[in-house]
């Protein structure tokens, strides 16, 4: 489309010396810049410059990486997610495994081992007792059937007596000080016996000696009132509850000098 020419009125008093429609003088025509668009408006101004709603090299167009990068983050609080959940789960499976196989926590239900054990203290128990020894406290199915927890004073072999002349008993000859472990009010025993112990099999007493019903009540059954090493459960290594009774329950030294 052709510009059309708007030429301002000569001045008569004022010659025109080039004249106003030579070619190429500075009134010409074709030397005035052409303002117009293909449609007539104008082509300069601020709206030339400005971007189109939409375009796709302004400086707000959402990068490509975005989207990318919100699925990354999503996937990475997943994965820290089931890492936390297996960490949980793994640990309740190693507690579960211990506390079948390897430890358990047993309370004290009677006197029969005072001032050893009282009534409702917690002792933790160790299943993996290997060969059992004297002098060690353990818990373990008793006569009745019921768990039951004594301290183990003959092992298979053993020839267990009471009493000598001192009113002691005796392991294989060895007269034994119980003065540590024994219920103050208490004397080594009132029942007489005089039993060698079978092969696998363990003579239990307990610390109370007046209130306990041990080997020494059920010698007229057919294994003279002693239990079966399969039927232990554990053996008995540390006080934890109550807290103001906190401590272990190690082998009194009178049992090492017993051969």
């Not at 000569?10 to 106003?20: L, R």
């Not at 303002?35 to 030339?48: E, I, K, R, V």
């Not at 103050?184 to 239990?204: A, H, I, M, N, Y």
């Not at 059954?221 to 239990?227: D, F, R, V």
Request: proline residues 8%; charged residues 20%; hydrophobic residues 35%.
């Amino acid at each position: 489309m052709s510009v059309t020419e708007h030429k301002p009125e000569p001045d008569p008093g004022t010659p025109d010396p080039g004249g106003a429609g030579a070619p190429g003088s500075p009134g010409s025509a074709a030397s005035a810049p052409d303002l117009s668009g293909s449609n007539g408006t104008a082509a300069s101004g601020p709206g030339a410059a400005e971007e189109r709603p939409g375009s796709a090299s302004g400086s707000d167009a959402p990068s490509s990486d975005e989207p990318e990068a919100a699925k990354s983050g999503a996937r990475s609080k997943k994965s820290g997610w089931r890492e936390s959940v297996l960490l949980v789960l793994g640990g309740v499976v190693v507690a579960l495994l211990v506390r079948v196989f390897v430890l358990d926590s047993f309370f004290i239900p009677s006197e029969s081992m005072e001032n050893t054990l009282l009534i409702n203290d917690r002792v933790i128990v160790n299943r993996l007792t290997g060969d059992l020894g004297r002098g060690e406290v353990v818990v373990f199915k008793g006569w009745d059937g019921a768990t039951t927890i004594k301290r183990v004073i003959g092992i298979g072999g053993d020839h267990v007596k009471c009493c000598d002349a001192q009113n002691r008993i005796t392991v294989n000859g060895v007269p034994l000080d119980e003065e540590s472990y024994l219920n103050p009010q208490d004397f080594p025993s009132q029942e007489k016996f005089d039993v060698t112990v079978p092969k696998g099999r363990l003579w239990l007493m307990g610390d109370h000696r007046a209130a306990s019903e041990d080997s020494r009540a059920f010698m007229k059954n057919g294994s003279h009132g002693t239990i079966a090493t399969s039927d232990v459960i554990g053996r008995a290594f540390a006080v934890y509850w109550p807290f103001s009774r906190l401590t272990t329950l190690p082998v009194p030294e009178t049992f090492t000098k017993i051969r």
